[in-house]
């Protein structure tokens, strides 16, 4: 996806250039190529022909919008060429307003960008204005996600905005370093203190080992991680809890980062499969990436959807890199399942 986001210096506070800084970096952190004067604007090209090739190379058109917005004559030739563009893209959204103003009203907008899609930043955190603008630009409303999580689970108090793993096969025994980003919003009326499960369970035997998991906070949070000790099949067994130490404000995000190595996680030889299970919960978006060792001949990694009903969709992983794989999918809903089925070591 290749996003154009437009906006004016002319704020007195200059909310309009902070916040398209945090998009912008926000969105090219996500996989989205932006077009954002500070970074794509190249010396020597006329301007206008890199403003309008672009726009028109564009899949989505981003206003960043205040009053003054509209006294700026880039935003009004943007806005133009855009308009034509969105013709061209009828019935797909093409634009897309964010409302950085400081009352709840859209009154002051052009009527036709009222009928855009639009995003009011009043009431708002950045993190929460971040991910909604993202899942909009791929069609999915926040409002929808959670009607979707409270049609599945009545009563939850949580909503999955992202979920974003990395499987990075370090060993050739299937060793991995294994991080996670997660992505929480606060469904609640009151002040909420989140806590999840971060490694599966581990027995302290030869072939599974109890492991280290580190954690962080991306906003500040402080967070404590802690063993919880159970009977895991038969056997004493624990896993590591992650739990935020302050809380999580009613429609704020919490965003939290976990990384643990795997010992002999996978069967590279014979072939394994990492499942990702949604069970009742919905993710705004849903993420895994593949590292492989850089040695020896490996088969494709796959993906099998596998819906409630049991019909699956197989296909194979996007290749990023020379090692390096990926599937996204924005949103999953509550109940499908995504088996991953690893590249096997062949041999040469």
Known sequence: MKVFVSYSHHDPDQRSLQFGRSLTRFLLEHGVEVFFDELSLR??????????????????????ASSEAFDSNYVQTELKYARDRAVTMHPQAFIHVVSMGGEL?????????????????????????????????????????????????????????????TLDIIGYDGTTRVTAIRAVCNLDKEDGYWSDFASSWATNSTEDREMEVTARSEDGRALQVSRVYEMYRGKRASRAKVEFLEPISPGDVGVYRTEYVWPQAFNLKAGDTYTLDAHERAYGYLRLDLLVPRYGTLTTPRVQVVQPDGSQIEQEMRQIGWNEYTSSFVPSLPGVRYDFVLPKLVAT
Do not use: M, N
Not at 43 to 63: C, N, W
Not at 127 to 147: N, P, S
């Open 43 to 64: 010396h020597g090209e006329p301007l206008a022909e890199q403003l309008v090739s672009s726009i028109y190379r564009a899949d989505k058109f981003l206003l960043i």
């Open 105 to 165: 009203s859209l009154e002051y907008l052009p009527p036709d960008l009222r009928a855009s899609v639009c995003h009011i930043a009043r009431d708002k955190t950045s993190r929460r204005l971040l991910y909604e603008v993202f899942l909009a630009l791929h069609g999915v409303e926040v409002g929808q996600l959670i009607a979707l999580q409270l049609a599945h689970h009545p009563g939850a108090k949580w909503l999955y905005l992202e979920s974003y793993r």
